[in-house]
């Protein structure tokens, strides 16, 4: 009796002790980096862990890569951008060829360079993206088309909830395979080679990429591929998906800012796309969003 009242003591102490660290810390980071502390974005406070599970979780941040920071002055994000570029040039990704990717474009006066659409996953489903040149902004745009009906949706959402990734050398990271495959396929197909001879020509161009659900997770591995293999600077580089999901790991998500820091997730609040994939199983890794999510209720 005298050894479990003693525990329970040593315990309240730890705790007490723990609770007193957490509070000394005054920054997101400096609180997510103290082992046993979350940071609680609601009273921007850092509180001991064992009072998480009474916070309302969408407050509870528990690692550093979490921490809201403000978004780059350089790029900051407009709805105009949203709506009149990143939508319409997206919008234009469904197009089955030129003449109709064009009948898009002729809205932003941008002209048509090419569009490579090829079968991307085991069952030979085909993939989709276009180049556009935008001289009035100055702009190479890359823009990949969402997943095309219910067969290739459930192909890539059975990958995303069993949680096959893997590595490449275009990106850091583990990216999942239905993405980093069919990205690898599309960029070998002729979007490589096309975005270096555009960029040769148009040297003080931008590169723009956009895309939607599965165009958004590819339009992110080609923004990071872009600047990577030094093709262009990262301040060259501007990137806005709409209903991405999340693309690949926690490592993955930090080279993504750092390759790209003008990127933007537009998210509706009630897609579920966005969410995926959820974790099914005990012991599955996360998956994780890189920045900046512009959220629409």
Known sequence: MVVRFGVIVLAIFVLNVNALFCELQSSCKGCTSTPGCFYNAAESTCENLVRAPFTNK???????????????EAFPYTDAFGRDRAF?????????????????????????????????DWLNQNCSGYIAINPNEKSIVLTFRGSKGSTQFYTEALNLLTYGSRRSSLVDGDVFTYFIDAFEKLWAAGIKTDLETLKAQNPDYELWTFGHSLGGSLASLASVAAVKSEMFKKEKVKSVTMGQPRTGSLEYAISHDFYVPYSYRIVHAKDLITKLPFKVLPGQPNAYHHRFEVSFV
């Open 88 to 120: 319409l040039f997206s919008a234009a990704s469904n197009g089955e060829n030129k003449t109709q990717v064009e009948a898009c474009l002729k809205k932003v006066n941008a002209q048509f360079y090419s569009q490579y659409t090829i079968p991307c």
């Open 58 to 72: 969408i407050n509870v941040i528990n690692i550093p890569y979490d921490c809201p920071i403000p978004q780059p």
